[in-house]
């Protein structure tokens, strides 16, 4: 019996030691997992349940100068959901819960977001964990959904932009895309004041996917983007819109900008242009009427140049306001084969410097400049911001073109004089007469008055440097020398009851592409101030490509509307005869 015995001995022997390896094993890797490897497992575990979150930053809002709202976002909602939980569920209907089908809350989730039931199936079916079932939901519809609290549904809030005025200064503020990014005007000027900072947290769920109660950590807290303002009065933007958009009508222009400054600040009360753009619609608009012409499009400015050109010569020759030129017809070019005429046919004509203004002489401003050097010349045109951005920068914004002194030949000696080889942007022309409205002191224009942060704090955007571009007395003279043109020429028509007015009319061909000018085609435009013995403001216009009525004459009614409700708003006194009387004749 021994040899039975120590073999059922051994056996156990082997049974237990097996047992007991088998134990260790398990010890060491119990050991292992709690100690050696627990922070990697409990991180993946975590990763597994842990859901990010990005809360979305609100953009900040755009106000006119007297605060009201011309771009804000608001809150909208959209709805997600987990498709591998989407089922038949539990449903909270007047604060009980009832057993519904899928297809009850299909029909239930179309009738609160007005969406087709059939593509809100479709968003349902699959295998992702975020399909977006609708989107842009107001406060009500929310309410109604959470009310609902179904699982796997997830409503969250994203912020939708909007434009309260409509297309009122809707080229200037420009507009985002569906994924709140910048695009154009002053939502891309402005952004780093407008854009705020994201937050981040994040939850935990459970095994059936549902966020565990009390497991929200907040990582980094939400900013919401700043308040601009403007300079722009929207009030009148809106008129000066309306103004623009009928005088349209009945010229056939292609396109119209009116532009308002304050001759002392230098601050934009006023940029319209049509056609406009409603940033609530883009869409609606054309593309190459997205942005703002008054910043972006260029053209010969034509006969507004002349001021510049008279400037220069009264601080740098013997030229004074009734100095006597001859004024011929046509000139020829010396050393070339081509004859500059004035824009009407004439005999010679005895003018004075301000006659040569009033009559928007060729012929007459050409004997002007050639009394002042072309470098001296080009000086001016620096000064006045011609070929220059101005200060506003706005976005794709032209700074035109004025080729340097030394490029110019013998035709661009004459033609720079009356504006013609030169192009200009609307708002550079505007700035040109601020300078002679503000006693010859340029302040480049001004379309961001202040940013004030989420936190209240407000950065005000200073004013560009004032700069004497010529001096008081010469700007007093030109004032007065611009005067007749409202007096005694084609701006009676423009007359203000009360105030008196300063400026120059211009009509000026279209330049080709291909070099030339194009037949038949002109810009029309008007650059003028009130009172002119002190004045307020200055207004400018342009008339681009007129089917009919292809004079100046045609700024005349829109820019007296203009003025006049400018000067209304505005609440300026009537101002008349502090300029000395010129003779425009000899």
């Known amino acids: 019996m021994a040899p039975v015995l120590g073999n059922r001995r051994r056996r156990l022997i082997a049974v237990l030691t097996a047992v007991v390896a088998v134990a260790l094993v398990f010890v060491v890797r119990l050991v292992f997992i709690q100690i050696v490897d627990a922070p990697g497992l409990n991180a993946q575990a975590e990763g597994n349940r842990s859901v990010p979150l990005t809360l979305q930053a609100v953009r900040g809002t755009i106000t006119d100068r007297s605060g009201n709202v011309l771009a804000q976002s608001v ?6 959901a987990d498709q591998t939980l989407a089922g038949d569920s539990i449903v909270q209907v007047d604060g009980k819960g009832q057993k519904w089908t899928l297809q009850q809350i299909i029909d239930r989730l179309a009738q609160i977001t007005k969406k087709d039931p059939a593509r809100i199936k479709t968003a349902l079916e699959g295998n992702s964990q975020y399909s977006v079932v609708a989107q842009d939901l107001n406060a009500d519809q929310y309410q109604e959904l959470r009310a609902l609290d179904i699982k796997w549904l997830a409503i969250e809030a994203v912020p939708h932009r909007t434009y309260p005025s409509g297309a009122v200064a809707g080229n200037l503020l420009g507009f985002i895309s569906a994924e709140q990014q910048p695009q154009a005007g002053v939502e891309v000027l402005a952004d780093s004041c407008l854009a705020g900072t994201d937050g981040k947290e994040s939850y935990e769920r459970g095994a059936d996917g549902i966020r565990i109660p009390g497991t929200t950590v907040t990582e980094q807290q939400v900013t919401d983007g700043g308040t601009v303002e403007l300079t722009i009065d929207r009030d009148l933007q809106w008129y000066v819109q309306q103004k623009i958009t009928e005088r349209q009508s009945e010229l056939g222009a292609q396109w119209i900008s009116a532009t308002v400054l304050d001759a002392k600040t230098g601050d934009i009360l006023v940029a319209a242009e ?31 140049i002349k001021t510049i050109t008279m400037a220069a010569a009264m601080e740098h020759s013997d030229v004074g306001p009734e100095s006597q030129f001859q004024a011929p017809g046509s000139i020829a070019v010396p050393g070339t084969p081509h004859t500059i005429k004035d824009a009407w046919d004439h005999d010679t004509l005895n003018l004075t410097s301000t006659g040569i203004l009033m009559k928007s002489s060729n012929t007459g401003i050409m004997q002007v400049g050639d009394k002042v050097d072309d470098a001296t010349r080009y000086d001016y045109l620096k000064r006045f911001g011609i070929g220059e951005k101005s200060a506003v920068n706005f976005p794709a914004e032209s700074s035109g073109t004025l080729a340097p ?20 942007t609307p708002i550079q022309v505007a700035s040109a007469y601020q300078a002679v409205a503000n006693n010859g002191v340029r302040i480049s224009p001004r379309l961001i008055k202040s940013c004030t942060s989420a936190d209240g704090t407000t950065t005000e955007n200073p004013s560009a440097q004032p700069e004497q571009v010529i001096q008081p007395e010469t700007a007093r003279k030109l ?31 279209i330049a080709g592409t291909n070099g030339g000018y194009l037949p038949n085609q002109y810009v029309n435009s008007l650059a003028a101030m009130a009172p002119a013995g002190d004045p307020r403001f200055v207004v400018g216009i342009t008339i681009y490509n007129p089917a009919t009525d292809k004079t100046s004459d045609n700024t005349m009614s829109l820019f007296h509307d203009v003025m006049a409700q400018t000067l209304i708003t505005n609440n300026v006194p009537p101002a008349t005869g502090e300029l000395p009387d010129y003779a425009p004749t000899w």
Do not use: C
């Open 75 to 80: 809150q909208r909602y959209r709805v997600a």
């Open 274 to 304: 049509t056609p406009s753009i409603d940033p609530n619609d883009v869409g609606a608009s054309k593309e190459q009427d997205r942005g703002s012409r008054i910043f972006q499009s260029t053209y010969e400015p034509g006969s507004p």
């Open 405 to 424: 002194v030394d490029k110019w030949d013998k035709i661009s000696h004459y033609t720079t004089m009356f504006g013609q080889g030169i192009a200009a």
């Open 479 to 509: 004032r007065g020398m611009l005067e007749p043109l409202f007096t005694q020429y084609v701006g009676k028509s423009a007359q203000i009851a009360g105030y008196s007015l300063a400026g120059k009319t211009g009509t000026s061909q």
